[in-house]
């Protein structure tokens, strides 16, 4: 949990030790075998944060935020950020769900929303990085990449953020950003800053954690880091489109009913 002090910075609830400074900055020191790694969060809504979005909006990679705010949706439960945040980006890119949600409405909602693993194993162990491929490929399109180049990741994030018909999703470490975490987290991203290198997290736990940005390279590190529900794999990110992004790339059917669960990184549930 996290609470704030009288000048609106963020002070989170850890077992380590954090600095916090004025301007909305959130400084957490940690020590790993005698070498000291700064890790800088900046409250969304602080005087700093709010400088670097006019930035990063000059720039032309806010283009992913407006229509990420205009369809904002958290996680209920711990473990939902993968539901959540995929729920959200698919509103975000205007995606038809073929179905209504309440009344009239064709929304994407969590309870639309059928995953391969059951809920059960969801709810203990969260998604696994390749089972959200599995179902987001059922609505979008889809291209994860998982143990790619910084320099890959740097890339993707000026295209994706400058591009209203594609959304990021970032699988992260929560511990690597000093925060706490109960299983692997996932959100989408809001904008980039290229001058300062900086990225918007749009947090799903929003009643946990607020959006922040962070310096590109740490949170690449974050989603470098082994994932102890994936058996040590590496997490990642995800680009998704209501486009082709390849040219004659053939489109998954958006009427499929059984996910490709092989793919899955743990035995899942199929759902007939």
């Known amino acids: 949990m996290y609470t704030t002090d009288g000048l609106g910075n963020i002070i989170f609830s850890l077992n380590i030790h954090i600095d916090v400074a004025v301007g909305g900055y959130i400084y957490v020191n940690r020590s790993n075998n005698h070498n000291r790694d700064n890790i800088h969060l900046v409250k969304f809504t602080?005087?700093?944060?709010?400088?670097?979005?006019?930035?990063?909006?000059?720039?032309?990679?806010?283009?992913?935020?407006?229509?990420?705010?205009?369809?904002?949706?958290?996680q209920s439960t711990p473990s939902q950020a993968g539901v959540s945040?995929?729920?959200?980006v698919l509103n975000a890119l205007e995606i038809d769900p073929k179905r209504t949600w309440k009344g009239n409405w064709r929304w994407y909602s969590l309870d639309q929303m059928q995953t391969c693993s059951s809920d059960k194993s969801i709810k203990e162990r969260g998604m696994p990085f390749d089972e959200f491929t599995c179902l987001a490929q059922s609505h979008c399109y889809v291209v994860p990449h998982r143990g790619g180049s910084y320099e890959k990741f740097i890339a993707d994030l000026e295209k994706t953020t400058a591009n209203s018909n594609s959304q990021m999703v970032v699988n992260y470490s929560r511990i690597s950003l000093g925060q706490q975490e109960d299983v692997s987290?996932?959100?989408?991203?809001?904008?980039?800053?290229?001058?300062?290198?900086?990225?918007?997290?749009?947090?799903?736990?929003?009643?946990?954690?607020?959006?922040?940005w962070v310096n590109a390279k740490h949170l690449y590190n974050a989603m470098m880091k082994p994932s102890q529900e994936e058996h040590g794999l590496s997490r990642g990110y995800f680009i998704l489109s209501n486009e082709?992004?390849?040219?004659?790339?053939?489109?998954?059917?958006?009427?499929?009913?059984?996910?490709?669960?092989?793919?899955?990184s743990r035995q899942c549930q199929s759902k007939k």
């Not at 006019?54 to 369809?71: D, I, P, Q, W, Y």
């Not at 001058?195 to 736990?205: F, G, H, P, R």
């Not at 082709?244 to 092989?262: E, G």
Request: hydrophobic share 40%.
């Open 46 to 74: 602080s005087v700093e944060g709010k400088r670097l979005f006019r930035n990063a909006l000059v720039e032309g990679h806010t283009e992913s935020f407006f229509k990420l705010m205009g369809n904002f949706s958290h």
């Open 185 to 212: 987290h996932f959100s989408p991203i809001g904008g980039f800053n290229k001058e300062e290198n900086q990225v918007l997290i749009m947090d799903v736990a929003c009643g946990k954690y607020p959006s922040v």
């Open 85 to 88: 945040s995929l729920a959200m």
């Open 244 to 264: 082709l992004p390849i040219p004659n790339a053939s489109r998954p059917s958006l009427s499929m009913a059984k996910l490709k669960c092989q793919d899955c």
